[in-house]
């Protein structure tokens, strides 16, 4: 079990990012979730096994079709199982 913190930059906002990473986690088997920030990034918190969080990052850097990724910062972190699913958060 690992977690990784992804902070994605760009028009990643209003292009059913959060949606298409949610479906993805959940078909992943990820836990976690994914929220918009106030300064038009998009955070993805995640945990699961290190195969599937790498699948993640992987889309976190094309996005869904609408959108135009400029940069995404991956920060590992010690995993918290506190999740029992993948969600959106508001």
């Keep these: 079990m690992k977690r990784v913190r992804l902070l994605v930059s760009g028009r990643v906002q209003g292009v059913f990012f959060r949606?298409?990473?949610?479906?993805?986690?959940?078909?992943?088997?990820?836990?976690?979730?994914?929220?918009?920030?106030?300064?038009?990034?998009?955070?993805?918190?995640?945990?699961?096994?290190?195969?599937?969080?790498?699948?993640?990052?992987?889309?976190?850097?094309?996005?869904?079709?609408?959108?135009?990724v400029t940069g995404v910062e991956v920060h590992w972190e010690p995993p918290s199982g506190g999740f029992s699913d993948f969600s959106i958060r508001y």
């Design 19 to 68: 949606a298409h990473t949610r479906d993805l986690a959940q078909r992943l088997g990820l836990s976690g979730f994914v929220r918009n920030l106030p300064d038009g990034r998009v955070e993805i918190v995640a945990e699961g096994e290190e195969a599937a969080l790498e699948e993640l990052i992987s889309f976190a850097h094309r996005g869904p079709p609408l959108a135009q």
